[in-house]
């Protein structure tokens, strides 16, 4: 069986050769694949970054590009060696250059004919055609990351890494970024990983998505998984909204709780017949006038096209629902809830 494009086994790292920073991290990509690695900062992921890029060593492990062996204890291919290309976070564009001459930085080995001609395609692919004659003080932020894209991309890179690229922006804007630039590199066939502390971000980009923690990783798989299967309730706290009420788990799709009988696809088995924490999203939760679960709503938060409640359960358990905007409640209104749980999600009973 012929190994992922990117390859990174059992990496570890460490800036003093001390206490490491990355321990014993594996995961891969295939050739056009989209990945993120996302965690709090600090936990190593911008280290990975470095590592693949040439900038840190590894302790033990090693990473493969292309069966080619870019590191290992005794080896640490040169970064400009690599055929990496790199967006940082600041953009980090030549201020004495003009934008046409940024993105052409790297295509020296090119004659002018065809170094122009490649600038002109990827300002054109970048929506940024019209701005090649002026300088990266005149841009806004949105536009010097896709500068910055195109510049790395030049080279035709084997692989390209992302350090946090859209921090620097608004909300909105990093979205609908998130989602160009996506449908860009996915046209290009261009392999990527970023690295980002935003879910919103990770999940917008990429195919795969790693949780980080402490220097560890702790789950690599689709966005879908994350949410639906966490590994870990680290997982399951840092990927979306939840609660966890107290419950046991009596069949593998059976979850008595305090509120009553929950129904839905266990997704981890080994815990049937014991006292769990049951993992509830607020899309399981449904608005039901006709069931016994009644609630106080103790919170609101709008968000357009949807409200997100807190809800006080007359059993002592809290939950969250995120119902459409046009079921307006207020602060201290009772509502009757179901539970509507596709995904059992369970872990064992912390203590109080």
């Known amino acids: 069986m012929s190994e992922a494009f990117l390859n990174i086994v059992d990496l570890s790292a460490a800036y003093d050769n001390k206490s490491l920073v990355v321990n014993n991290i594996s995961f891969g990509l295939e050739e056009g694949q989209l990945g993120c690695l996302l965690g709090p900062s600090g936990c190593g992921k911008t280290t990975i ?9 590894v302790q033990s492990g090693h990473i493969n590009l292309a069966n080619s062996r870019l590191s290992d204890a005794n080896t640490n291919l040169p970064p400009e060696q690599r055929n990496v290309g790199m967006v940082f976070q600041d953009h980090a564009l030549f201020p004495h250059l003009n934008i046409a001459d940024n993105v052409g930085f ?3 080995k090119l004659s ?33 990351q896709r500068v910055a894209l195109a510049r790395a991309i030049a080279p035709r890179p084997k692989l390209l890494l992302m350090d946090e690229p859209f921090s620097n922006l608004d909300t909105e804007l990093r979205e609908k970024l998130g989602y160009e630039i996506r449908a860009l590199l996915k046209k290009l066939g261009i392999t990527a990983i970023m690295v980002t502390h935003d879910q919103h971000d990770a999940f917008a980009l990429g195919d795969q998505v790693g949780v980080m923690s402490k220097g560890k990783l702790l789950q690599w798989d689709s966005s879908f998984n994350l949410y639906h299967a966490p590994n870990s309730r680290f997982v399951a706290n840092f990927i979306g909204d939840g609660t966890f009420v107290k419950g046991q788990l009596v069949e593998d799709n059976v979850v008595i709780t305090n509120f009553g009988e929950i129904r839905g696809e266990s997704v981890n088995h080994q815990h049937t017949g014991k006292d769990i924490d049951l993992l509830i999203r607020p899309d399981d939760v449904k608005l039901d006038s006709n069931s016994p679960v009644r609630g106080k709503i103790s919170r609101k ?20 629902s995120l119902m459409p905007s046009h079921d307006d409640y207020e602060i201290g209104d009772v509502i009757g809830v179901s539970i509507d749980a596709d995904h059992l999600v369970c872990f064992e009973q912390e203590a109080p």
């Open 106 to 108: 790297g295509l020296s």
């Open 301 to 320: 938060a709008f968000k357009g096209a949807q409200t997100l409640y807190t809800i006080a359960i007359e059993s002592g358990d809290t939950l969250i």
């Open 49 to 57: 970054l470095r590592a693949i890029s040439g900038f840190q060593k």
């Open 112 to 144: 002018k004919a065809e170094q122009a001609q490649r600038v002109a395609q990827l300002l054109e692919l970048v929506g940024m055609q019209d701005y090649s004659d002026q300088y990266p003080h005149e841009l806004s932020g949105g536009q010097s």
